[in-house]
């Protein structure tokens, strides 16, 4: 290499060896700064700038926002990948209700729970309970380890001191009892015989608090079987329900409603439908879904169901029984279709007498419908609750026979009619346990509580039905020092191991076929994926030999139903409360009641006429207080008048006034449950005689979503027809709207052609829901699942008051009207026993939105798919876009809902055990900001990635809504569009055409219609019209 | 050079001389605050200091405070904003369309007309403001400023953008309008004032003025360039307003009639205010010789007119309803009238339709204390105009299940009277500090009639 012979110079001043420059030249900055005197000493100034910029420097580091860490995985489980939802297949497990489910799991936490199709069962389909039962997953009020006498104590010690005195009744042979609900899961039973094995003096006593004892009893003595039957509401074209709230709250209502609302698809190739009749006191959901409703006392119930036994007798040729009468409205209409339609037909009684249960059992077996609509082989499971003998144990207790009781995931203190005297008794129990998850009615009247996992922490599995097993498996690790409840009875009956071992061998045991191809595992396995395994059975029509004293039945009939013409209460759960176990679940609370479209509350419900007769009124929700007297014991209630509601009855929920469920749900509501009666030793939950309602002048306001009842006659909102008119033609009840302008007098135009805007062209997807308003019955599962998805917060009953909920999908709930259209103010006014419409109502996602014209900032703004977009970060909060909303789906963020102890009722967002819940893909909302529906964007996102690397276009098959996806009665379809293959295109019979650089869609599906048409907002939300199984539009009062 | 009719009646009463309306004005900025005054100011700013604390509430807590509800997301906020826009018209009304008419009777009252107006956007401005959900970032969001959000932009077809160019364009119009006025005749309280500080004061307000002829004729000038510019705002800030309702597709809200409407009610209402305003001036500042009755006739003529103006477009409404045949519109003008909300909707009626007709009588109209009670009457109605159009159209729209009502709040009515409390603290310190009359205007009219 050469030498390098080249000199760089920096400057001139270098080359010219510059006295200026050699004397900087080894300085940092070779040219002068004035920084510093020549002396190098500091002045003062020097030192005020530097303090200044201390200072200025100190204070700006005391601004800096906390650190929020996000610590990554030390070790990554390999199946988590953050960001990336993980399914499991579980199962839903509360007392005998049963849903098998997939839980959404995000980074190990549970959010979201969906139906598992897989179920012959429940077949997907999902209750507002179920949705909502996460949340509880998360209540901070579960207890957070074994207690003693309400005060902490470890697993060893609680284990230590209860086997000791187990032990010690064994030893004197004292009696133990172990308590529960029903217990659909085999594995468990079994543990509890091993239990009695160690411990002889123990039996097991099965309760209820919805109680279908009766059906049992009757089935006993008519078939040999202490069982319910399958009853398979899909084969039935006429269904007859006394009294069973089937859609509602009856035995299996999201599995009822799958197959009920089989029956209910109508389409121009298929014009046919169930006729539904419904004989009932309260309006329940499944009578607001009946074509034909009749409203009864319930001292005539026993009337009813042996007029209905005589009008098939005759029919059918049979002798009659005594007592009963037909001329209840409807009853010989009902019996003369059900005879026509033999074999295709279903009664049902929620009665729990088995003398009213045994006279349907001879209905339905006169109908043929044992072996069709009715069948033994599959029989459930799901109630087996023994009344006699929860009523001899709570006898046995106060004579002080029993040494030990061990309550199993149940609460008799606060949901049997005697849980007042029962917790008076336990007193004087010796050994006194509850696997309670908190320290509610029952645990505090016990000694020890040894709290189970939430059954998303649990393994389980569960029988509902003959044969059909399922699983449940943890989806996190369990949150407290809870331990299983089978391996609490495991460790007192001194068996080693845990409950996931027991469970798998009892399943190699007992489920794993012998002829199965691939071991063990490989059945494990598949089964854990599935969530479910179905073992064959032998099918034979076991409903054969038939013992049926009706008219031993109809004679204890007589005796029992009788009124005394005073009023009549007439207990019932709601959809969303139930038996109020989850009441502490604020999701569940704030749900608007299916038909009140209350919240937070319950309320005597009473008829037109009789709130007329005591001088009661309700406006607005704001309504008189009544005294209501029932033996003696006399409580403050609010009214609610109900269309529907029988006259000279009255309606009262259970499942509320608990007093140590939580902060959520105690002092909330009235606890009804000790006026549960007893009749033929069976809970009645019917109050027939010595009801006394005093209105007194205290006013209260009921909290409620809805309150203008009815829709006012507008036929652009709610459309509808009876059958006999769509079977002459398919798009009866349907408003034609055409346009006739002044160029062209003679030819009228669509909506479509006669606009002002430009229309939209979806190149890739266009995004729809399509509704059918004749299969949504109402049960609001939808509005849960929506809740859970999209971070909905809870606002509390004030703020529901104020109008101000802030549920994304609301179910409308409307009421026919006597009056004529032009009579606007009797419009309002609901008739006495009235047709009811549900209508769901989100977001339409206009492709002409009036939201997004008036937002002055663009928040809201319209995909190239068709959805209707939201900025939460844009917003500023003008409100202008709901109030231009023509549906009223835009909901405001009125306060600050999370971290906010006005709203700490918002379990999900107000403390950090709850926000555990919140799905991480949708954004909590800030005070101020606007939201609504979005279509589940972040669904369709996920969707379209998944399609996207598999490098295919979506299907049906990516993405579904959370309420489609969680309606059990398949009401909503959610879909692509433009893609001819999609359900949505197939049902709506979509045709495109293209004009003027956009495409024009047409919906040929001639019940196809979007709601005020006339608007021109063009929904992507499109309702197809509701049809009544009517003869003729007669009202229906 | 101007010709005046003899038979002309004089506008300004009491032969003032030149000297003496220097007085008379000046005497209440030189003097000390006379009792009433402090009464005034005290009263103003107590609701001013109560209304604080429900603003602060409100900005703190968030908008729940109010009565809003998912149904009617507007009610007493956007109520107050328009009501507060339609009285400040009438300060630009007289200021710069009479000018241009050459209405010289408008010389006595277009000062505090004008102050009027200033005051009366800023109170329409904050509710606009208030009423946002997160203010906190919506008061310059709202405005098309370059960003670093992206290509973020605001949105030209949302009519509250147009209100805010709108207002704002008012607002600065209006002010600058008044304050060139106000320049001559703080010169005159500068030249005339005996204290160092009020000189030093009113020297820098009067910007130098040398009262020269040049000063003089570019005084005109730009007066008169101001008034043509303003006089268009007259009718489109109100227009503009109008279309918040116009053109969304609410019943009630969804009518092409609005904007002249809004416009006629604007001037009707904002009439209104200068009377209350004038006639408790005049009393208080002894100005009987400046406001005279004849100003006072001639603004209750105008009341008539635009008062039988409002009552005809409302009777329009009803009338296109019918014939539009459409059943969503014909229900939200019935239940005006007689639905949860028909007590607003007569109280609206009597107040704007039914009782300026008593002005047909000139007794009535001449009269000092019944034009009181009737500017105040109006003023209520018309309130109850925009209450009306707001709350009961959106209370009961389209879908029924979401029909609701709307009760206001401590909050509501605190927030109302904060911008109260502004208006009326703000219009006593213009009152006391500023020249309530023109001055330099008036001293021209002295002799606005023949008799030498």
Known sequence: ?1037 | MEVVSSIRTPLITGGKSVADVSDDICRQVEGAPSRSWMLAIAVSSSFLIVGAYAVSVLLWEGIGVWGLNKTVGWAWDITNFVWWVGIGHAGTLISAILLLFRQKWRMGINRAAEAMTIFAVICAAMFPMFHMGRLWVGFYWALPLPNTFGSLWVNFNSPLLWDVFAISTYFAVSLVFWYIGLIPDFATIRDRAKNQISKNIYGVLSFGWMGGAKNWARYESVSLILAGIATPLVLSVHTIVSMDFATSVIPGWHTTIFPPYFVSGAIFSGFAMVLTLLIITRRVFHLEDYITVGHIELMNIIIIVTGSIVGIAYITEFFIAWYSQVPAEQYAFINRATGPYWWAYWTMMTCNVLSPQLFWIKKIRTNIAATFIMSIVINIGMWFERFVIIVTSLHRDYIPSSWAMFYPTRYDVGVYMFSFGFFFTAFLLFAKFFPVVNMAEVKSIIKGYSEK
């Open chain 1, 1 to 1037: 290499m050469n030498e390098i012979k080249k000199r760089y110079w920096k400057g001139i001043e270098e080359f010219t060896n510059d006295p200026e420059f050699v004397k900087y030249a080894e300085k940092e900055f070779p040219e002068y700064l004035p920084v510093g005197n020549d002396t190098g000493e500091s002045s003062r100034r020097d030192f005020l700038k530097l303090m200044g910029f201390g200072v200025a420097a100190a204070s700006l580091a005391a601004c800096e926002a906390p650190i929020r860490k996000a610590i990554p995985y030390l070790n990554k489980p390999d199946t988590i990948d953050p960001g990336i939802p993980n399914y499991y297949a579980s199962t839903y497990l509360q007392g005998g209700d049963y849903c098998s489910i997939v839980v959404k799991t995000r980074e190990g936490r549970p959010i979201k729970i969906e139906g598992n199709k897989l179920s012959k069962v429940t077949m997907g389909g999902t209750s507002a309970q179920v949705q909502a039962s996460v949340l509880t997953l998360y209540d901070k009020e579960r207890l957070a380890g074994p207690r003693k006498e309400g005060n902490a104590i470890s697993w060893d010690d609680l284990d230590k001191e209860i086997t000791e005195q187990l032990v010690s009744v064994l030893s004197v042979g004292g009696q133990i009892r172990i308590i529960t609900n029903t217990m659909l899961s085999p594995a468990s039973l079994r543990i509890f015989e091993e239990f009695k094995e160690k411990y002889p003096g123990t039996s097991v006593v099965i309760y209820d608090p919805a109680s279908s004892a009766g059906i049992l009893q009757a089935n006993e003595a008519n078939f040999g079987m202490r069982v319910l039957p399958s009853y398979d509401f899909s084969k039935a074209m006429t269904i007859v329900s006394l009294g069973a709230d089937f859609l509602g709250t009856w035995i299996s209502p999201t599995e009822f409603t799958k197959l009920y609302s089989k029956t209910r698809k109508v389409n121009a190739n298929h014009r046919k439908m169930s006729r539904h009749y419904q004989f009932e006191s309260n309006l329940s959901l499944t009578g607001a879904n009946a074509d034909y409703r009749s409203p009864v006392k319930p001292s005539d119930e026993g009337e009813v169901v042996i007029g209905l036994y005589n009008l098939i007798a005759s029919k059918a040729g049979e002798s009659s029984i005594s007592g009963g009468k037909s001329d209840f409205r409807y009853l010989k209409k009902a019996a003369s279709d059900l005879w026509s339609n033999k074999g295709k037909s279903l009664v049902v009684s929620g009665s729990n007498d088995p003398a009213v249960q045994t006279i349907v059992n001879g209905i339905n077996s006169m109908l043929g419908n044992y072996g069709s609509t009715i069948s033994f082989n599959r029989y459930a499971k799901y109630r087996q609750g023994d009344d006699r003998a929860m009523n001899g144990f709570i006898d046995d207790l106060k004579g002080g026979n029993i040494n030990a009781v061990i309550f199993y995931n149940c609460n008799p203190v606060y949901n049997h009619p005697r849980g007042a005297e029962l917790a008076e008794s336990l007193k004087g129990v010796p050994l006194t346990i509850t696997t309670s998850d908190r320290m509610d009615e029952t645990a505090s009247s016990v000694t020890y509580v040894a709290p189970d996992h939430h059954y998303l922490e649990s393994w389980n599995d569960a029988e509902p039905k003959k044969g059909y097993f399922s699983l449940s498996q943890p989806t996190i690790s369990p949150l407290f020092n809870t331990r299983q409840a089978q391996e609490s009875f495991m460790a007192w009956t001194g068996r080693e191991g845990n409950y996931f071992n027991y469970l798998k061998e009892f399943w190699r045991n007992n489920m794993y076929p012998e002829s199965a191809n691939f071991g063990f595992q490989y059945f494990w396995d598949k089964s854990l994926q599935d969530g479910i395994y179905d073992s064959k059975i032998e099918e034979e029509n076991n409903a054969a030999e038939q013992n049926i004293d009706a008219q031993a039945a109809a004679a204890t009939v007589a005796q029992n139903y009788k009124g005394d013409n005073g009023l009549e209460l007439v207990l019932y759960y709601k959809v969303a409360i139930g038996d109020g176990t989850q009441a502490n679940n604020p999701w569940l609370q704030e749900m608007p009641d299916t038909i009140t479209k209350a919240v937070w509350d319950n309320y005597v419900t009473i008829s037109h006429s009789d709130a007329l007769e005591y001088g009661i009124t309700t406006k607005l929700g704001i309504t008189n207080m009544v005294n209501l007297t029932i033996d003696a014991f006399t409580v403050k209630l609010p009214v609610i008048i109900q269309p529907g509601q029988a006259k000279g009855t009255i309606g009262l929920a259970l499942g509320y006034g608990r007093t140590k469920a939580g902060k959520v749900a105690d002092g909330k509501g009235f606890d009804a449950t000790p006026w549960i009666k007893s009749l033929n030793d069976n809970s009645y939950y019917s109050v027939t005689s010595g009801v006394m309602l005093e209105v007194n002048d205290e006013l209260y306001q009921v909290a409620q979503t809805q309150t203008h009842e009815t829709f006012m006659g507008r036929a652009n909102v709610v459309q509808e027809t009876t059958l006999k008119e769509y079977q002459k033609n398919p798009s009866a009840g349907k408003r034609h709207m055409r346009i006739t302008t002044w160029m062209n007098e003679q030819k009228s135009l669509s909506l479509d052609e006669v606009t002002l805007w430009k229309g939209h062209k979806y190149p890739d997807h266009h995004w729809g829901l399509m509704i059918d308003l004749n299969s949504c019955t109402g049960c609001s599962a939808c509005t849960i699942a929506c809740q859970a998805e999209n971070n909905v917060p809870v606002v509390g009953r004030v703020e529901v008051i104020n109008r101000r909920e802030m549920h994304w999908i609301r179910i409308d709930r409307y009421y026919s009207s006597d009056a004529s259209l032009d009579d606007l103010s009797g419009l309002e006014v609901a008739s006495e026993n009235p047709e009811i419409t549900f209508q769901p109502m989100m977001c339409q996602h206009c492709n002409n939105a009036p939201c997004e014209t008036v937002c002055p900032v663009a928040a809201t703004t319209h995909s190239t798919e068709g959805l209707n977009m939201m900025a939460y970060n844009r917003c500023i909060g003008t409100r202008y876009c709901a109030n231009n909303c023509p549906y009223k789906v835009r909901r405001f963020n009125w306060f600050k809902y999370h971290d906010n102890k006005q709203f700490d009722e918002n379990l999900s967002m107000n403390n950090d055990l709850g926000k555990m819940v919140l799905n991480p893909e949708v954004t909590v909302r800030s005070r101020g900001v606007m939201e609504k529906c979005s279509l589940c964007v972040q669904r369709i996102q996920a969707g379209k990635l998944t399609a996207k690397k598999e490098h295919r276009i979506t299907t049906d098959d990516d993405i579904d809504m959370a309420c489609a996806s969680a309606c059990p009665a398949d009401a909503l379809v959610f879909g692509n569009m433009n893609d001819p293959e999609s359900k949505i295109s197939k049902k709506l019979k979509i045709k495109e055409s293209e004009g003027d650089g956009t495409i024009h869609k047409t919906m040929a599906e001639e019940r196809a219609y979007t709601v005020i048409e006339e608007v021109g907002t063009r929904p992507n939300v499109t309702y197809l019209t509701k049809i009544r199984n009517k003869d003729s539009e007669e009202p229906n009062t």
